[in-house]
């Protein structure tokens, strides 16, 4: 299958690995070029331009930063609305937002390509190990022809229906959970030090029983030993995300509660210093606001 | 070892069968008699007053439903404040808020007894089979004397410190953390339907990556599902809980703004007349927040 | 009219002038003797218990502290509950919870008697001057009677309705929304100030416009100023005060959201050092949480 | 003076008027043509385009609906930043976000010209009699050239200093202030009614005490009579507004709680159908959240 790659950064490197690696012909482009020689070195070709990474593909992937920079990719003169074939299909791996995610499935559509949404869960080393979750949205016809990329890059290919921001609504909620399972687990540990308890006794008590999973290991385990600067993700990129959830309920006319106390505390872990420490911080800022820390 | 017992309700047969098994002698007393005949007819003496229950125990355990309740069995003329011998133990095992731990802790001071706080993690059958978690706190060596009963009653006792009240904040935690999961995936279910996803698909995406826990598959699938009326624990036992939670917290100077969230929601939900319901429930409140239920 | 007064602080003292001033026979009690003698040379008898206040008295007025206090001038042995004659009314005029009232309310039902719950708007200066607001909630006839002390003692009466508890509901909502206009000042100055808005400009803006109230002017002004140590009310008061409105809330099974962010505000000021210093002092919380203080 | 106005809704006919009565020369242009009829008759002067009112004016005024409108009327080939003078003054009266007047206020800097936020504070009724509040931020100079006009428009022009989105910060500020106040009384009233008081009565404790203002008196009675059809301000444009205003604070880092509250309850409400009715409805979704409607 002829394949186009877009966004060569931590993620994308191990996702085109395993394209490419499963024998797919790819043509990766970067807007920094440099990052992409380890693939050309594997047999990738490499495009100096969105266009190019376009040129006779059946599918591009992006795997960019944020919304702004997906729609720069997209819309742009040459950017991928312009030089993907009628036909083909654009599939969206980042995090991004449902309107961005509508504003470009529209923009797809009305040049007869189609656009598949399809977050990933997972770390630059699940992506580099093919170990990935995968949430795919959109036309089912699309997404079955994406299958065997996805059967490379995942484990489990999640099927979200036939729009686009369905996955992206999930990949949110995904977030979401964990971001407020952060929070609860700030609350908790404060709660419980306040009564002499010591953190890694709660720990225990959390991880051995309700909540033996990795969301409560991985961070509980950073909480239990104020060890911040072990970033899995920081904080910034937190604010960017719970923005996202904010945005996609205010669309759909929702209330989302704990989103609000995940965000006014991670805005405070931000303004107190905390922007590029892991989010597990906001174990920090919950003992600020009670004024001891 | 001479064991009385007090509150032999659902959790409470179920540990004191425990104990009896393990051929302690066991002398146990409930304020509505007829409880007790199954213990009875397994060996167990039944005494008609708590009183009765104390006499000549070295420790006396009790499970009752609320602090009202339990200041009543320890506070009342003839209590086990009166009634228990110098030097035993009372090790309390329902879930209690810490200002009644602290006022009954004085009390047995006062009077020459020891309380160990060892509020129990699990259910009913859990409870029958040996199979709670524990989490003890108290003087370290009335906690060793009732170990023999520790070790019968559940798998693993998670040791909180010498105060009692540490439990108590460790098993608030707990429920906490349990309850805010509840109400963090009413919203995030919500979201994702209002996004055209069916609940199966977020459950299956929660529980099979970094929410792979008991918390998240046990109420996911009754939110999944809509099957509230699959009671494993009321909302209004619930907003009992988080009140607790939420004293304990004004207690230390400490705000718990997950645990408003939580509140408000539950008395939202039994506002609607879903006291009786499980406490999953509070998907179908945060749907009536939003308009759409 | 032969009438007591129990609780002889800043309050109780301008109130128990201004019944003096009209001409009433009044027995004074406090817990501290010292405090009386002022009205003791203007002519009140002094009584050295709650029994003595009570001696005669066809009206028992009482202005105590919190919740315990009026429980113990009430319910202690001596107390209220035991010495007033029947028929004969108790006016409580302090801020209490309304759990306490009713408890209150039923035992004076018992023994014959009737609480008329009267708490006050305004500060000892304006109760000197007989310038209070009075909430009265109790039966109608009872009212009336405690009518010529409350002509005395305010400019209007608010009558609640027949229920004690109506007016400590009255008076909760008000403190309730001066707190929560405090608190969205602290947030509206700490935004302006963000946009390098003089504090005194968004002061005029308001209180020429909207906000052209007391509430507004006399707190705005404190904060503009940075003030704190100017204190009309205390943090700590304050987390008293909210903590009743919560409770009766919660006992009316209803969310008071702006009531948990004042609260949550409130005790982040407190474990700052804040609790002595005027409940304006929202305002420095505000720039905490936002790590600009 | 020569002034251009664009945006002849019900705001910016009465501004518009006061203009024209001043005896100033002024173009109008309105999307819709119609709406200028009755100016044309008073002696203005109809453009068809944007380009037009901008034809020879000092100054030119807008008043339109929303953040896109007025980037439209500035941005798009022949708007104001094309066809404006170097020199002259841009004056934006309605209420914009941060982030829109940043954004124009550096386009017309790359123009040449300059411009000045002034949000009014009022209804249709006062502007059409010159009773506005004008809240004028942006370069003295400016400000200074435009103080004849301010005369006729407004009783009272507050300088929020030498950048544009100060005024607007003030704006959003005053807004957000009045929300929270409605948002506060809806749960005062509930509280207070659930303890069976009158609305009535608490209206008159709050308004004739530390809440004599304009926004208590309003608004209350409009609780107090559940009157939500007399409209003056939608759920729907609160709506609006109160997005602006969480958008302000997360550009400046800063978590507002009381807004998140209002945000919130103010979803519900539009998800219950209230979209169009007075903001003051809600009151009715604090009773729909504690199940009480």
Chains 1, 2, 3, 4 share one sequence.
Not at 54 to 72: F, H, I, Q, R, W
Not at 79 to 90: C, I, K
Not at 146 to 168: H, K, M, N, Q, Y
Request: aromatic share 4%; proline share 5%; glycine share 12%.
């Amino acid at each position: 299958m002829d394949v186009g790659f877009v966004g060569i950064g931590r993620m994308g490197r191990g996702i085109a690995g395993r394209v490419l690696g499963a024998g797919h012909a790819l043509t990766v482009h970067n807007r920094t070029p440099g990052k992409t020689a380890e693939l050309a070195a594997a047999g990738a070709t490499v495009a100096d331009s969105v266009a190019g990474a376009c040129d006779g593909a059946e599918a591009v992937l992006t795997m960019v930063a944020d919304d702004d920079a997906l729609s720069e990719v997209v819309l742009a003169p040459g950017g991928l609305r312009d030089s993907l074939a009628p036909g083909a299909v654009h599939v969206t791996m980042g995090t991004h937002g449902v309107d961005a995610v509508r504003t470009l499935d529209a923009a797809h559509r009305e040049s007869g390509q189609t656009l598949v949404a399809a977050p990933v869960l997972g770390r630059p080393d699940m992506a580099a190990a093919g170990q990935l979750g995968i949430v795919a949205g959109g036309p089912p016809e699309a997404v079955d022809r994406c299958r065997p990329l996805f059967d490379v890059i995942g484990t489990r290919t999640f099927e979200a229906g036939p729009r686009p921001e369905s996955a992206t609504a999930i990949k949110l909620a995904n977030n979401f959970v964990l971001g407020c399972s952060i929070q609860v687990m700030a609350e908790a540990f404060a709660l419980a030090g306040a009564y002499d308890v010591a953190p890694q006794t709660l720990f225990e008590v959390l991880t051995e029983g309700l909540f033996s999973a990795p969301a409560y290991k991985v961070y509980g385990d950073i909480i239990a030993r104020e060890d911040y600067d072990r970033v899995g993700f920081t904080s910034a990129l937190a604010l960017k995300d719970v923005t996202l959830t904010l945005e996609a309920a205010l669309a759909a006319g929702m209330p989302l509660p704990s989103a609000n106390v995940l965000r006014d505390r991670l805005l405070g872990a931000i303004g107190h210093g905390d922007a590029e420490r892991d989010w597990a911080v906001l174990a920090r800022e919950q003992l600020r606001a009670s004024g001891r820390a």
